[in-house]
């Protein structure tokens, strides 16, 4: 078995006919965080998953974010790279098979870049990759949405009469500077309309937690809240003195994420909540931690590969 240079177990690769080896590379991409126990939980869940389901594979990390790849090859304790440095690697080990999986939530900004990138580097590269695809982040169909809700629900603590479940996304409003360079290509944002979208999904996620829950679960996103918190007060549709679980709706949620719900700062979700007489816990878990959203992603690297679905070359 080769390591690759993170230090983890990879498989050879094939042998082609004239004897010379052949390999296959899977890429999971994620934004990052700079939380070692969270990114084993969750980043690393969705990237064990994928190598299980891949056996024939190379399996490599890349991270959006320059500032969390930056701040964790300070750490000196593994190897973090860019999308760039990863497609590097996988060139350097003579792929000439190519299947990236991002573990985004939406077909946003971070996955219109991720795209730009990923064409920039193959056009720069035609001697490697001969094959390439592009997986589907996560909540892409209206099935992929109807099995992710299950996938939270079924992994939910009981939530007894008049329990609510407040599930809360990030949303793409107001990204951040390091989320707009995360791809590391230098481009503009090429998901235009990427705004009106997230208003649009979070609509469609509301109502199918709604649905699915029998008006037990909610959704919204932390973008929502930060333009009009009454929008997400108006949805739990419950008294004051009810109890409403939050429950992060991000693949890994990172503490900055969590000070931000469950804090206990004055204009967090918690804080604002227990103001309106609500009683507020909060379920620190990323979606990365749940089987059935690692299930989700795998079958999308799966379909990618299988129906060349998003085939770059």
Known sequence: MKRRKNGKAAPEGEKS?????????????????????????????V??????AFPEHQ????????????ALKKTGKGSFCTVWEALDEIAERGADELTVQPTFLTAGGEYGRLRSTLSEWLLAHPSV??????????????????????????????????????????????ASNDEREGSGSGREDPASGAEKKMENL?????????????????????EEAE?????????????????????????SAGLHIL?????????????????????????????????????????HARRAESFKAEALR
Not at 47 to 52: G, I
Not at 59 to 70: D, E, H, M, N, Y
Not at 207 to 222: D, K, N, Q, W, Y
């Open 17 to 45: 006919p004239d004897g010379g080896k052949r390999m296959k590379a899977v890429l999971a991409v994620s934004f990052g965080t700079t939380v070692d126990e969270t990114r084993e939980k969750t980043i690393g869940a």
């Open 129 to 174: 990759c001969k094959k390439a695809y592009l997986g589907k982040p996560l909540l892409d169909t209206a099935e992929d949405r109807i099995q992710a809700v299950r996938a939270v629900r079924e992994e939910l603590p009981a939530l007894h009469n008049g329990e609510i479940c407040l599930l809360a996304g990030h949303g793409t409003v107001g």
């Open 227 to 251: 333009r009009d918190f009454e929008t997400v007060i108006r949805r739990l549709k419950v008294s004051p003195g009810a109890h409403i679980l939050l429950v992060p709706f991000m693949l």
């Open 47 to 52: 990237e064990r998953e994928l190598a299980e």
């Open 259 to 299: 000070r931000d719900i469950g804090g206990e700062g004055e204009n967090t979700w918690k804080s604002r909540l227990k103001e309106r007489g609500f009683q507020v816990s909060l379920l620190e878990r990323g979606l990365g931690e749940y089987r059935g959203i690692r299930e989700i992603y795998v079958s």
């Open 202 to 222: 979070s609509d469609a996620m509301e109502a199918l937690a709604c649905e699915m829950s029998r008006g037990a679960m909610h959704f919204a996103t932390l």
């Open 59 to 70: 399996l490599f990390r890349a991270f959006t974010s320059q500032k969390i790849v930056k």
